[in-house]
């Protein structure tokens, strides 16, 4: 398994399955955090779709002073931004819509861990938005201070 700057260089290069294996790493991820932001997982899904269409369509050069996926969340937090300002009105959809039952063995226990995940959604809703962002990016994607600081430009 390549690392992810190189898929991209792949796909830069004319590979378009560089590009196919990228969504595939990151687009659940990335719908995720969008939604932290508009607070609609529809419309994240959207954004999402538009992060990676930037990306083949616009083709912004990588150029590797931060990790593949501070870059590319940076250009979905852009994406966002951009959206909401030319959309001033957000329609807002409930984050435990968002979470369903799975079907694997142990029922209960896939339940309380997805309650808990609702509960944390919307204790983290109830932030102001930046510091929803940060306890988004470290808890829920992994992302240390300083990758978390190169995204939100802080």
Known sequence: MGNDADRYRR???GDDNGLIEIIEIYHEGLTLYLN???NN???AEELMQDTFLRLAVKKPRFNGRQYFKTWLYSIAKHCAIDYMRKNSKISYFPIDE???MSDEEDIER???REEQKIELHKAIKQLKPDYAQVL???L???FDTDEIASIMKK
């Open 140 to 142: 829920f994607e992994d």
């Open 110 to 112: 896939n339940y309380l």
């Open 41 to 43: 997982i529809c419309l």
């Open 98 to 100: 968002a979470f369903q």
């Open 11 to 13: 796909y830069l290069d």
């Open 36 to 38: 932290s932001i508009v």
């Open 136 to 138: 988004y990016l470290k």
